[in-house]
DNA sequence: AAGGTGACCGGCC
DNA sequence: TGGCCGGCCACCT
């Protein structure tokens, strides 16, 4: 089978990586957030993307990214159904219907590294 | 090369 | 955060 993984290095996948790996334990942030800081706010829609790519990876945990509205909206991308919530719940976060309750207080704000 | 898609966000009702 | 519409940028066929 002829496998082809390219070198998909690009940098706004790579920035993408490096921000969502930085997110600490127990906390979660959006991708609005995420695009902010690699200075594409208006682009959050491709960092979504550059998740479903991180799918490849297991240094970014992607379960840790949700929407503004704290809703896991990935969650479908996830192996299972329910894993995404399991990951979250597992780090200490409470999930209600698909949801994360008081998504702010989790909300972790990234920064680009110096 | 062009068109369509997408794990979104912000503004408005 | 309740719902709808437009924008925005890179990836895929």
Request: charged share 25%.
């Amino acid at each position: 089978m002829d496998l082809k993984m390219p070198t998909k290095n690009d940098n706004f996948f790579e920035r993408v990586y490096e921000v969502a790996r930085q997110i600490p334990y127990g906390k979660v942030t959006s991708y609005g957030a995420i695009a902010k800081v690699l200075g594409a706010a208006r682009s959050a829609r491709m960092v979504g993307w550059a998740m479903n790519a991180s799918h490849n990876l297991e240094d970014v945990p992607a379960h840790r990214v949700v929407n503004r509205s704290g809703l896991l909206t990935g969650k479908h991308h996830f192996d299972g159904t329910n894993l995404m919530q399991q990951l979250l719940e597992s780090e200490g976060i409470e999930v209600r219907e698909n949801q994360i309750v008081d998504f702010e207080k989790h909300f972790w704000m990234p920064e680009m590294k110096t």
